[in-house]
């Protein structure tokens, strides 16, 4: 073996692996985290794609059955129904002991670990400051499945004091990845985005490549 895939499979990230299951799942209808999915809650799906990373944990309003440290959002006034993904990614860099994070959704079964390992490795290779996130062939921006850095909390802070919840409003911090600049790793497909937003769409998928 390579050493450069010695180091890719024993070396822990320096990054804080966490798992965003705040969420109302109001279009799913039950809680998504808690949903078994091939044997296993969605959210320890999430979870295992993390395991390359120096800690991690979960981002919540509630109880799960786990043995990850679950935290509850910091920030809750921003509207009728909480700050969002916003809040939950504030939160996230509030705890997190490294300056990165991987901020993944409880609902993307398909992560894995040679994904964010690449995803980190653009840090360095693009200069990356704030954030690294993946831009998909349909040209969707992958900020549930992206990098952020401690850097940001003042821009969420002010973000969240005006009532935006949207990740997308911090694009232009984003250093943005084409998918076609990670596929050298053959299993970087765009199935990874997979997402479950309905029941429908897990009755839908039969597999987990």
């Not at 799913?28 to 809650?41: N, P, R, V």
């Not at 959210?43 to 395991?51: A, F, G, K, R, V």
């Not at 549930?144 to 911090?170: C, F, G, M, W």
Request: net charge neutral; charged share 20%.
């Amino acid at each position: 073996m390579p050493l450069k895939d010695v180091l890719r499979t024993s070396a822990k990230l320096p990054i804080s692996g966490v798992v965003l299951a705040g969420g109302h799942s109001k279009r799913f209808g039950q809680d998504k985290a808690s949903y078994i999915y091939k044997g296993k809650q969605m959210l320890d799906w999430s979870l295992e794609s993390l395991s390359d990373t120096s800690e991690h944990f979960i981002i919540a309003n509630r109880t799960y059955s786990t043995d990850t440290r679950i935290y509850a959002d910091i920030r809750t006034n921003c509207s009728d129904t909480g700050c969002g993904p916003m809040g939950g990614l504030y939160t996230a860099l509030n705890y997190a002991k490294n300056d990165w994070i991987a901020l993944a959704a409880c609902d993307m079964p398909n992560l894995n670990p040679n994904y964010w390992q690449t995803l980190y490795e653009q840090i360095n290779v693009h200069k990356a400051k704030h954030a690294v996130v993946v831009q998909s062939s349909d040209s969707k921006l992958q900020t549930l499945a992206a990098l952020y850095n401690k850097r940001l909390l003042p821009v969420i802070e002010e973000h969240l004091d005006n009532q935006t919840i949207a990740l997308q409003s911090l694009k232009k911090y984003f250093t943005i990845i084409q998918t076609d600049a990670l596929r050298q790793n053959t299993d970087l497909t765009e199935k990874l985005f997979l997402n479950f937003n309905y029941m429908e769409d897990i009755h839908s998928c039969s597999t987990i490549n």
